[in-house]
């Protein structure tokens, strides 16, 4: 069963716009919303977190939102530059049924210079 | 601060052997989760362990194992290789704080292949 999906494979944006990355899931009883970056090679690393009790959080140039009456978050990256070019998951966290972090398939973010 | 380290990086095995993976996490971190990577299938959760004890598991046969010992270092086990079983495991360490809120720390993988 898919709780989290990444509807879009692929994403190419131009450098200095903005980056918006989708994630859809389906489990309410989610806790804690993340997203990872990872580059070929590497372990994916991770790069911000919301609470589902909030619906913003912003570190940098990195800000996730939260809609909960819609199960969907996105992932905004203002300015984009070519070392964002990777892959991003976005994840999902619940104590229901025992800690587990379910991650989505992933997006590759292809940042053009 | 040493990162979660997984051993060995890259093995080759044919079909209906078994191979062990080792992870050491983070100093310090209690908890460790498994995951497989295939293409097109992101991360899928294979099992967790904290304090020894197997807190969660995925959706996979019981080809697949763990265990983790007590200075919290990890193993997966993976008997009777199918040529499905390609992809790359990673392991991930988190704190107690992130046990609850999702932060991972992940090793770089080990990439296996089953010929």
């Known amino acids: 069963d898919q709780q989290v999906k990444q509807n879009s494979p692929s994403l190419s944006v131009q450098e200095g716009r903005i980056s918006i990355l989708n994630c859809d899931y389906t489990?309410?009883?989610?806790?804690?919303f993340l997203w990872y970056k990872k580059y070929p090679a590497e372990g994916p690393t991770f790069l911000i977190s919301i609470s589902s009790i909030k619906d913003k959080n912003e570190d940098g140039r990195f800000t996730v939102f939260l809609n909960k009456s819609a199960k969907h978050l996105s992932l905004h990256i203002v300015p984009s530059q070519p070392g964002d070019s990777a892959v991003y998951f976005c994840a999902a966290r619940g104590s229901t049924g025992g800690f587990k972090t379910i991650f989505g398939a992933g997006t590759r973010l292809f940042v053009k210079a | 601060k040493a990162g979660v380290t997984q051993t060995p990086r890259y093995l080759i095995k044919t079909r209906g052997q078994q191979v062990t993976l080792s992870c050491s996490p983070i100093s310090g971190h209690r908890s460790v989760s498994w995951y497989q990577q295939t293409p097109g299938q992101g991360l899928q959760f294979l099992f967790e362990?904290?304090?020894?004890?197997?807190?969660n598991k995925g959706n996979f046969p019981g080809r697949f194992s763990g265990r983790q010992f007590s200075n919290s270092r990890s193993e997966m086990n993976v008997s009777t290789l199918e040529l499905g079983d390609s992809a790359l495991y990673l392991c991930a360490s988190s704190s107690d704080r992130g046990k609850i809120t999702g932060e991972l720390f992940f090793g770089e993988g080990s990439r296996l292949t089953v010929l």
């Open positions: 362990y904290f304090s020894e004890t197997q807190r």
């Open positions: 489990n309410s009883m989610f806790d804690y």
